[in-house]
């Protein structure tokens, strides 16, 4: 299928490599972020959330780490494979008056993992 | 979590003709929202949706180019009008779910769309 990281930076990795993918956000009041993984012509697969109370928050084989300081937020991938070459995403969350929120993207990240 | 479908899931169109692309949700949801992913882009909110009452657009995004439907808590239309080639783009649906941190956003698999 067509790729949707034409533009996007990519990072090359060797399969069983941890990946640290990198992502800057904008909104200081924002209190929740996520990361997306979209796999060609996919929509987005939520993988992992944290909470701007915390600055670490670990799943399986992903941990997300939250530097509010310098408003930034990294993904890491332990044991890289090839089914994780994808997009991947980070957003920030923002409330509406209606109790629910939006999402805001960032610019994305091309993994390309290597057998 | 949730299972969205949209239909279609690409289209070529003529300029000029307008595309109505459906999102049906598996679960009824509140909220549903809009993207637009150009090509190698992120994927930036058109509109949020919901059931009763108006879509909220964002800024850039207005409802003689976008109008939405949402007639009930499982269903979504988003109309592309009038299409230029600058509307080629991925066009994705999604629904908010409360997750464990927060609210989950769950999307569908996107609307491939090609203007000529």
């Known amino acids: 299928g067509e790729s949707v990281g034409l533009h996007l930076p990519t990072l090359s990795v060797q399969e069983g490599d941890n990946s640290i993918i990198n992502c800057a956000y904008s909104n200081s009041a924002s209190d929740y972020f996520i990361w997306y993984k979209q796999e060609s012509g996919k929509g987005p697969q939520f993988i992992i959330d944290?909470?701007?109370?915390?600055d670490k928050r670990q799943g399986q084989r992903v941990t997300v780490l939250l530097n509010k300081t310098v408003k930034h937020l990294s993904l890491q991938i332990a044991a890289t494979q090839p089914g994780d070459s994808a997009v991947y995403f980070c957003a920030e969350s923002r409330c509406m008056n209606s109790g629910y929120s939006t999402l805001t993207f960032g610019k994305g990240t091309m993994l390309l993992v290597s057998p | 979590s949730a299972v969205i479908s949209q239909k279609p899931s690409r289209d070529i169109c003529q300029r000029g003709t307008s595309l109505t692309i459906q999102c049906q949700v598996d679960s009824q949801v509140t909220m549903m929202f809009w993207y637009r992913q150009q090509p190698g882009q992120s994927l930036t909110l058109i509109a949020t949706?919901?059931?009763?009452?108006?879509?909220?657009?964002e800024s850039g995004f207005v409802i003689d180019k976008f109008p939405i439907s949402r007639p009930n808590l499982t269903f979504s239309t988003l109309t592309v009008s009038n299409m230029s080639p600058e509307d080629s783009s991925i066009y994705l649906c999604?629904?908010?779910?409360?997750?464990?941190?927060?609210?989950?956003?769950?999307f569908g698999p996107g609307t491939r769309l090609t203007v000529l």
């Open positions: 999604s629904v908010d779910l409360q997750g464990a941190g927060g609210n989950e956003q769950f």
């Open positions: 944290i909470r701007s109370n915390m």
């Open positions: 949706a919901n059931q009763g009452s108006e879509a909220t657009y």
